[in-house]
């Protein structure tokens, strides 16, 4: 006699297999979009933006308040891009029984897309504060050769 949880097996048994490859497909794709994100955020962490000092190996813009961003941004982006990666291998290797598609697996999914949101949002919050590390950098020395060539305006003679 066939109960009704063998009965709903059964007459699902395709739906089931057609769900599971398609969180598997999804969880590859985005272990592959995470780990290229905190493969740049790391990369980003040894290559500060202006450079190290040549004598001191010590970050040249260190002082300025947007290398704190960037510092705290690209760090956050590798955590939450390394967490993502972690939640959607364990999708991979989940064993995608039929009770396991009502909470277990959409939860993991939302987990992942979360992190992995959070970690391209703070991709995008370091790239930010490098541009604005740069132009303040470049415009501050724009803005020194100006006053050095440009005489000022009382200084007429």
Known sequence: MLTAEGFFFTANSELRNLAKEWIKTTAEGCSV????????????????????????GVPVLLNKPFFVVFTVADVLSLTFALTAVVTFLSILSSPFRFKDFKHILPNKLMIGFTFLFFSVAMMMVAFGATILLMIYRITSGVLAAFSRVMPKAGNQS
Request: no cysteine; aromatic share 8%; charged share 0%.
């Open 33 to 56: 979009v995470a780990v290229l994100i905190a493969t740049v955020a790391f990369a980003a962490a040894y290559t500060v933006p202006g450079g190290p000092n040549q004598s001191t």
